[in-house]
């Protein structure tokens, strides 16, 4: 009886260890699925031309000066000097026609609302310079979930094709530049389409893709 048993035990294990590890893989496919829904990865998003309401006026900013996937470090750092500021990010050049090492960007913090001298003051401290934008009457716009750092990732590889798209099936000039607004639960892409000039900081011209380092400049 005992050589019937030993068989049937080895084989019921197996099948048991089989049944964990496919419980297991079904477990974190699960997983990884309500972290990707979560963080945006099926989200429909859409594009309409619009008057911007969430553009700062006021800010602080920093330049940068390189490839665009880099200003994580850029945004940690002003997010370490004002935490409780909405950041955005200003992005002038095509990565498509412009080397990755000469791509120029701002990353600033919006100072609307209550005036703040010592944050202000720490600020300048620290390097940042301030600025207004003008008014925009025409842009494109758009959001996407802004619900972990994963989705800063999936919104940038999954909008900025709908928006290059957009711009070329509607034959849509003057386009530029783009900005990335952080709010607390969605990210706002604009492309400016009016008033463009306004939206060039001293240290970058638009009509040069020259940098012009006459101010301190924030690694």
């Known amino acids: 009886a005992l050589l019937w048993v030993c068989p049937l035990l080895t084989t ?7 049944t964990i590890i496919l419980i297991v893989i079904a477990l974190l496919v699960l997983a990884v699925f ?4 979560y963080s945006g990865f099926f989200y429909t998003y859409s594009i309409r031309c619009t008057v911007p309401a969430s553009l700062p006026t006021r800010f602080a900013y920093t330049v ?8 994580g470090s850029v945004f940690g750092k002003l997010n370490s000097i004002v935490p409780q500021k909405r950041l955005f990010g200003v992005y002038y050049d095509n990565p498509e026609k ?21 944050t202000e003051e720490r600020l300048k401290q620290n390097g940042y310079n301030i600025s207004k ?3 925009c009457t025409k842009a494109l716009v758009t959001e996407f979930p802004y619900r972990t750092t994963f989705s800063i990732w999936i919104a940038v590889k999954r909008v900025y094709p ?3 798209k957009y711009i070329k099936d509607y034959k849509v000039k003057n386009a530029g530049p783009c900005l990335e607004i952080y709010k607390d639960d969605a990210i706002q892409f604009v492309v400016i389409l009016d008033n463009n000039e306004g939206f060039y900081v001293p240290e970058i ?3 040069s893709q020259v940098y012009k380092d006459d101010t301190k400049k924030i690694n």
């Open 12 to 18: 019921w294990s197996v099948m048991e260890t089989l």
């Open 34 to 37: 309500v972290f990707l829904l």
């Open 64 to 71: 940068h000066v390189g490839p665009y996937e880099k200003v």
């Open 98 to 118: 412009v080397p990755s090492k000469q791509l120029r960007s701002i990353i600033g913090c919006d100072l609307q609302g209550a005036a703040d001298e010592r």
């Open 133 to 135: 934008f003008p008014n």
């Open 162 to 164: 709908g928006l290059m």
């Open 205 to 207: 011209s638009k009509d």
